[in-house]
């Protein structure tokens, strides 16, 4: 293992782990308040760190499953923190930047379930995988071309997008956390089952927020 890919696997590890601690702590406190949004920066910059970091280690030794957790947390921490910002703006100041990333995840979230449909026709059930993070990524982003052009129902979007999408970079760090540790559990669960459970435990709690706290337009 060179020295180039063990400073980026470092960073990866701390990023994650403190990215799945912090994420942790402000899912089971209260929202809004000082200490919530202390938490979520340092969540967002160690996510930011570990989701760049799998990029690299993805380059550095060629790994799609590696590449696609990382593209999907870049995305969802990345939209996340750029929903706070349309608080006080009107739909015709979104920046091209939020219109970037979220092309960009559409071209990734098309590639991932393309990949995954090939791994099927390949025997291989790791496709789904694939396809779950893919359909998701393309969910959001159809929310993301709403939201620009004005066309949602939800007047503080920008609160219900910052909420669903930091907790999937949680869901993300959840499922490194099971995948890298998955060794240790029971081996008699197949190995795309710990890739998909965190989104399954999670994705309610996302629905629950959604409907708790959306303001629909009058």
Avoid: C
Avoid at 53 to 79: D, E, K, Q, R
Avoid at 84 to 98: A, G
Avoid at 175 to 182: D, I, K, M, R
Wanted: charged share 15%.
């Amino acid at each position: 293992m060179d020295v180039k890919f063990k400073i980026f696997l470092l960073l990866h590890i701390l990023g994650g782990s403190v990215g799945l601690l912090t994420g942790i702590l402000n899912i089971i406190q209260k929202k809004g308040d000082k200490k919530h949004r202390l938490i979520g920066k340092i969540f967002y910059f160690s996510m930011l760190t570990a989701g760049f970091s799998s990029l690299i280690l993805a380059y550095l030794h060629p790994n799609y499953f590696l590449f696609m957790v990382g593209v999907f947390t870049l995305y969802m921490v990345g939209s996340g923190d750029r929903y706070l910002k349309h608080r006080n703006t009107n739909n015709n100041e979104i920046q091209i930047l939020d219109w970037a990333i979220s092309i960009l995840m559409l071209l990734a979230g098309l590639f991932f379930i393309g990949m995954g449909a090939f791994n099927l026709f390949k025997s291989n059930f790791f496709g789904l995988v694939f396809i779950v993070f893919g359909g998701l990524g393309l969910f959001f982003v159809n929310q993301d071309f709403k939201n620009f052009r004005g066309k949602s129902s939800i007047q503080n979007y920008w609160l219900i997008g910052h909420l669903q999408r930091m907790t999937g970079g949680f869901i993300a760090a959840f499922t490194a956390f099971l995948v890298v540790n998955s060794e240790n559990l029971p081996n008699q669960i197949p190995g795309f089952v710990y890739w998909l459970l965190p989104t399954f435990l999670l994705a309610p709690l996302i629905s629950k927020w959604s409907r708790k706290f959306k303001i629909k337009k009058t």
